[in-house]
């Protein structure tokens, strides 16, 4: 009787840690702000993230700098979103590209669907299915035209962290990586790791709607 209580009392905790994923009121107003975009005019805006694993590849750069918080940055992603996330040289798996130069060579070996979103100061370009599931992403960094190291690191940073479908800017939290002016932060502290975790809840589904995703935080 006692293994019985004991059993029904842990799948009573399991089931409040899949489903409650509670946000404080700051937290929830940054997520609301950048978690949900449109894919398309005249679409709803939904969430858009990755279901399937990522395959990373870095071009355009070899500095060990960059590569060491590109790696740690993918590292921490995958503890805070579980995926399966790894870097490769295999083209035929890759399908989350970082370019770090805008340059005729490096842009050359991007897709011809993301081309059409590079320029001069970068830019990025993400195919989703009709779910609204990420299954390639492709971003470019002109890193020449930032100042010092910080600057490239704080860029690169923050720019893969919205490659996981966190596109939108926040204008509400001036210590976040979220926020939508440059504040040089170059750690996800506890504030982004609980949206982050919050986003890539297994019952928060691509696809969802605010009005949908609105009870799963509450």
């Known amino acids: 009787m006692k293994k019985l209580s004991f059993l029904i009392l842990l799948f009573f905790i399991s089931a409040i840690a899949a489903f409650g994923q509670k946000l ?24 858009h993230k990755w279901v399937v694993p990522i395959r990373y590849k870095v071009i355009g750069d070899s500095s060990k700098y960059i590569l060491n918080e590109i790696d740690t940055t993918f590292s921490e992603l995958a503890r805070l979103t579980n995926l399966d996330i790894q870097k490769s040289d295999d083209d035929d798996e890759v399908n989350f590209i970082i370019a770090l130069r805008n340059d005729v060579e490096t842009i050359a070996q991007l897709s011809e669907h993301a081309k059409r979103y590079a320029n001069t100061t970068g830019g990025f370009a993400y195919k ?91």
């Open 24 to 47: 404080t009121p700051k937290e929830k107003i940054v997520f609301d702000e950048i978690a949900y975009h449109r894919f398309r005019t005249g679409e709803y805006e939904k969430i």
């Open 128 to 218: 989703a299915n009709k779910k609204s599931e990420i299954y390639r992403l492709e971003r470019v960094f002109a890193i020449s035209k930032y100042r010092n190291k910080a600057d490239v690191r704080y860029a690169v940073k923050k720019g893969i962290i919205g490659g996981f479908g966190l596109f939108k800017k926040s204008e509400n939290a001036p210590k976040s990586l979220f926020y939508e002016a440059n504040n040089g932060k170059l750690k996800i502290d506890a504030f982004d790791s609980a949206i982050i975790t919050a986003f890539y809840n297994e019952n928060i589904k691509a696809g969802m709607t605010k009005e949908e995703v609105d009870p799963l935080l509450q």
